[in-house]
């Protein structure tokens, strides 16, 4: 039965984005004209009953959804993307509203749970004033912030969430998305994204640095400066993720010959790519050029591009926040399996891909899986 509230025409445009539909191709899958779908989206018109139930289909989402006023829209955020270039806008749009999903989801959460408090520093200036030494002192500064001197991290995903950064790793419609970071105004803290089709584990825990330095280093960039100057800011922040993860006097001492042998040795410790070892002793002068063309040279021969040793080994970090604030709802009774759809208005496919949550009916007893404190 439709519900009292009106439609919300943004919810449908935010549905056919997520699925990179034009408004052609929704209009064709609905039967009706892309005129039709406009009006839709701007609450020109509602539609009939009969086509509104072939648009829940069609784009899988549940009657709620298409009725629910919690948003988040980032269509004017910065939103930061890490991607390849060939990904077109229409994949940026898909992702984006993806962020937006996660964005109301933990917005429902933290009116019940108390989540940790968002607590990292800003070292954030003009983008064009920033330089390799800058970085280097950032990424050290911020590691002695964290507690985590000059060694290799465990686990970033925990490190972050813990300092309230929201985490959600989940498989995007296009892969040439690597990931995706935001500063959510209404929340008033960061959104990070990554993409879990990403090749390896490592791949994706510097996909995560990478978007860290966004948020620490590029707060004042607004979406004209990153699409004129993309190039640059996503190399400041690909420097601050290798002097991150790699800082420069705890790395150096497990290096003595640089071989490639060597590199594969120490990757399960330091939890990096060797192509990233590679970049980083380049970075740090421990390679000349001529030893940097050799070692890719024979990085190459060996067949390591995109499939390293130990890539299988690795497992990814797992976002447990969300994961465990449901959880937590469902285990103090406050929602309850059959609830959980309306209680986010979202289906609950998409529910389980945001928050890695196995939902039944008959909800398991909550397992405590790591050592985050929650409260309602």
């Known amino acids: 039965m439709r519900k009292a509230k009106p439609f919300q025409g943004w919810r449908l445009k935010q549905a056919r984005e997520a699925y990179g539909l034009s408004l052609e191709s929704l209009g064709e899958l609905v039967g009706v004209s892309k005129q039709a779908i406009s009006k839709m989206e701007n609450d020109v018109s509602e539609p009939s009953p009969e086509v509104f139930l072939k648009i ?5 989402r ?9 948003s988040a829209d980032f269509t004017n955020e910065m939103v930061f993307f890490r991607r390849l270039k060939k990904s077109p806008v229409i994949s940026q749009k898909s992702a984006r509203v993806m962020a937006e999903w996660v964005s109301e989801m933990f917005s429902q959460i933290m009116c019940k749970v108390k989540l940790p408090k968002y607590s990292l520093p800003d070292y954030s200036k003009d ?3 920033i330089d390799s030494d800058y970085i280097e002192e950032c990424a050290l500064n911020l590691r002695s912030f964290l507690g985590l001197e000059d060694k290799p991290i465990s686990n970033l995903t925990k490190v972050l969430e813990s300092r309230g950064v929201l985490i959600a790793r ?5 892969e040439r998305i690597d990931a995706l970071s935001v500063i959510d105004s209404k929340l008033d803290r960061p959104i990070i994204v990554l993409n879990s089709d ?5 791949r994706s825990r510097f996909d995560l640095a990478h978007e860290l330095g966004h948020l620490i280093l590029h707060a004042h960039v607004r979406p004209d400066d990153f699409k004129a100057h993309y ?5 400041q922040a690909h420097r601050f993720a290798l002097a991150f993860l790699m800082p420069k006097s705890g790395f150096k001492k497990f290096i003595f010959s640089g071989s490639l042998n060597e590199l594969k040795s120490i990757k399960m410790i330091w939890k990096t790519s060797i192509a990233a070892m590679i970049y980083r002793m380049k970075d740090l002068g421990m390679l000349t050029e001529d ?3 050799k070692a890719w040279k024979n990085y190459y021969r060996r067949g390591w591009r995109g499939d390293e040793p130990y890539d299988d080994e690795i497992l990814p970090e797992e976002p447990e926040l969300l994961r465990r604030s449901i959880d937590l709802l469902i285990d103090r009774g406050i929602i309850s399996g059959v609830e959980i759809e309306s209680y986010f208005a979202k289906d609950i496919p998409l529910i389980e891909r945001i928050s890695n949550v196995n939902l039944k009916l008959d909800y398991p007893d909550i397992e405590v899986r790591s050592n985050l404190r929650l409260s309602i």
């Open 56 to 60: 829940c289909q069609s784009l899988k």
């Open 62 to 70: 549940p009657a709620e959804f298409f009725y629910s006023s919690e």
């Open 127 to 129: 983008f064009m004033e």
């Open 170 to 174: 989940m498989r995007f419609y296009d």
């Open 198 to 202: 990403k090749a390896s584990a490592v």
């Open 231 to 235: 190039n640059l800011i996503e190399s």
């Open 291 to 293: 030893d940097a063309s």
